[in-house]
């Protein structure tokens, strides 16, 4: 876990998108513990576009954890939210997902 003023803020913060920028910082430090608990906990407290967002992160975090399963299942409820862009971009990580589990049918 970190410590120090970035632990404050990610434990305290409601922001979905504060959030999403510490992912790069959480995931190219190797906090994953960190990113797991901040975006787990604003699921249950923002708004459908935000938890869209939130729950693509926690597909790459799934992915790096080796919880490939899990990351499909969160990037699922990430389709449906009418940003081609944000749906494009999920569709080509479940596919990644779907070929790191040898389910290359379902990749393509």
Do not use: I, K
């Amino acid at each position: 876990m970190l410590v120090g003023p970035v632990t404050e803020v990610t434990e305290t913060t409601d922001d979905w998108q504060l959030a999403c920028v510490l992912r790069t910082y959480f995931e190219l430090q190797g906090h994953f513990a960190d990113w797991r608990t901040t975006h787990e906990r604003l699921l249950r407290t923002t708004d459908p576009y935000g938890q869209a967002l939130v729950r693509f992160n926690l597909g790459g975090l799934c992915m790096w954890t080796g919880r490939l399963a899990d990351g499909m299942a969160h990037l699922r409820h990430v389709l449906g939210t009418g940003d081609p862009q944000l749906e494009a971009t999920t569709l080509t990580s479940l596919g990644m997902l779907a070929h790191l589990l040898h389910r290359d049918a379902e990749a393509s």
